[in-house]
């Protein structure tokens, strides 16, 4: 049970948009160099980051891309959900997938196992912003920064 | 970011076994049939089940599968660390792969291992009993029908 390449990066490289983009439009060109992920690939998450309002462009040779809202507005579960669709860990718990259910939907006692897993996965990405995330960044390298002056 | 078919199969047919090993051995053919899950893929399953210590078998004609185990001792952990391997959302790469000071160190240590952590906690905290009172219930059974 994993979670696929989609969902990490795109975090990632949000986080990273968040910290680099302050006031000026950051390319992915540079997010790429600096997370040592393929442009290409981060491009395609863009695209869905943008469709869900999560990142907005704009093109052009001074264009590039910043978050659509606040960082803390933005959850760590909007970026993964964006990116990689349903979290449920087996297909029934989808609910216009029901017909896909193995069994008895209502009586299955497995179901609810699963669902308890679900609700843990969102929990905790729906706790964490991105904001979160780059103060944990900017933490740890402003702490880099003056260890390394004194 | 998906179960496999092993851990799902694998964790109903086992409430069917513990349900029914009231009347004795089940052979896997019944339980098969019960859930409608392929005899052959159960087979494969129970394999590692049993290499595993939570099932013993009986070959012959009255031969099948029981637990090895009361069901309130086994947890729903123990079951699917052993069908789908460790519970982490990401790979053990992931983590050491994470160097300090970088965005995917504070990823991982603030969103992925606690998923982690979250998770194994559940399903530790779940036997495999609680789901075989759930199932009674659900099905109308009653609940002291195992021990008879």
Redesign the interface.
């Known amino acids: 049970m994993k979670i696929s390449t989609k969902g990490r990066y795109a975090l990632e490289a949000v986080v990273d948009l968040s910290y680099h983009a302050k006031d000026e439009l950051e390319s992915l060109k540079s997010i790429a160099k600096r997370l040592n992920k393929s442009k290409n690939y981060l491009e395609q998450l863009f695209v869905l980051l943008r469709q869900n309002n999560i990142v907005v462009s704009i093109r052009g040779s001074q264009g590039g891309y910043k978050l659509a809202k606040e960082a803390s507005k933005i959850t760590a579960g909007d970026v993964v959900r964006a990116v990689e669709g349903s979290l449920a860990p087996v297909a029934c718990l989808d609910f216009s997938n029901k017909e896909q259910c193995c069994g008895d939907y209502e009586k299955c006692v497995t179901r609810v196992v699963w669902k308890k897993m679900m609700d843990e996965i969102s929990n905790v990405l729906d706790d964490v912003t991105i904001q979160d995330l780059k103060d944990c960044y900017e933490k740890m390298n402003k702490e880099n920064i003056i260890e390394y002056y004194i | 970011?998906?179960?496999?078919t092993k851990?799902?199969?694998g964790?109903?047919a086992l409430?069917d076994l513990a349900v029914h090993s009231y009347k004795g051995h089940q052979p896997l053919a019944q339980i098969a049939e019960r859930?409608?899950?392929s005899e052959i893929y159960l087979e494969q399953v129970f394999s590692t089940l049993r290499k595993n210590g939570v099932v013993k078998s009986i070959k012959g004609a009255q031969g099948g599968y029981l637990l090895n185990e009361e069901p309130k001792n086994i947890t729903?952990g123990k079951i699917l660390r052993i069908l789908?391997g460790d519970?982490?959302?990401?790979?053990e790469k992931?983590r050491s792969d994470s160097e300090?000071?970088?965005?995917?160190?504070?990823?991982y240590?603030?969103?992925?291992r606690?998923?982690d952590e979250?998770?194994n906690e559940?399903?530790d905290s779940?036997t495999l009993e609680e789901?075989v009172e759930?199932?009674k219930k659900?099905?109308g059974l009653l609940p002291n029908m195992y021990h008879i």
Do not use: P
């Not at chain 2, 970011?1 to 496999?4: A, E, I, P, R």
């Open positions: 970011m998906k179960l496999s851990g799902r199969y964790l109903r409430v859930q409608n899950i729903i789908e519970l982490s959302i990401v790979d992931v300090e000071k970088s965005v995917a160190y504070c990823v240590e603030n969103v992925w606690k998923i979250n998770i559940l399903v779940i789901l759930d199932y659900n099905h």
